[in-house]
């Protein structure tokens, strides 16, 4: 049976791989998996497919847990929150248009975090109602 406690430590270490999958698959750097096939031009390698295969593998995971923890509004609710705070910072002129990458990396950022809470929701839920999803149960 799976460990069910929850604390920050397990939310910052979903948070953390949703961070290496965001930024491994794109990032302005110019070292990803997107930057990598970009260049492979007319050449595409194995290890090019194995990890394209694996970081697709990631995205699933984390983007089905999302969808079926937090719904469709809920995303989108995560969404304008995360959204609404980027144009406050623009807003309010402590970030400006003009850096493009810096809007990049938040984006980048608040996708891993959109995606690290729709992972660890069930159990902030299960915490805050005492319910639980029906996947949790336990058939014994």
């Given amino acids: 049976m799976a460990d069910r406690s929850f604390n920050f430590s397990g939310f910052m270490m979903r948070w953390v791989m949703a961070l290496l ?39 699933v995971i984390y983007l089905r847990a999302t969808a079926r923890s937090l719904g469709i509004i809920g995303t989108l609710l995560s969404l304008a929150l995360f959204g609404t705070l ?23 950022i608040i996708l891993s975090v959109v995606m690290a809470i729709g992972l660890s929701w069930s159990h ?7 319910q639980f999803d029906v996947d949790d149960s336990d058939e014994d």
């Fill in 21 to 59: 999958l965001v930024f491994l698959t794109y990032n302005p750097s110019g070292y990803s998996w997107y930057h990598w096939l970009a260049g492979a031009e007319t050449k595409i390698e194995p290890l090019l497919v194995l990890s394209g295969l694996l970081l697709l593998i990631g995205w």
């Fill in 86 to 108: 980027v144009w406050s910072l623009i807003y309010y002129q402590i970030i400006s248009l003009a850096n493009t990458t810096l809007l990049v990396y938040l984006l980048l």
């Fill in 124 to 130: 902030v839920r299960r915490r805050l109602t005492g």
